[in-house]
């Protein structure tokens, strides 16, 4: 599973993976027209993506370990 946490305020509305908790992929939904960067680490650090995904777009985790991973999303100088 991916479970996800956003910090309260904006960001929660804006950005989303789906679903969540995931078995096999997960869909980047965001308002963004630009592709957004994207980091994940697992719950010990060791980064398991960075890249960019544009809306809609799905990122397959079925080879993920099942835990907690932490998402930061930032597109331009915000960071979410």
Not at 24 to 43: D, M
Not at 56 to 68: F, N, Q
């Amino acid at each position: 599973p991916v479970p996800t946490s956003l910090s309260p305020g904006v960001a929660q509305e804006l950005i989303q993976l789906v679903p969540n908790p995931a078995q096999t992929t997960v869909t980047l939904k965001q308002p963004f027209a630009q592709k957004s960067h994207l980091k994940i680490v697992n719950s010990v650090g060791q980064g398991v993506f960075a890249g960019r995904l544009g809306a809609d777009e799905v990122l397959d985790v079925s080879r993920w370990s099942r835990g907690l991973y932490v998402v930061e999303v930032w597109q331009g100088n915000q960071v979410f």
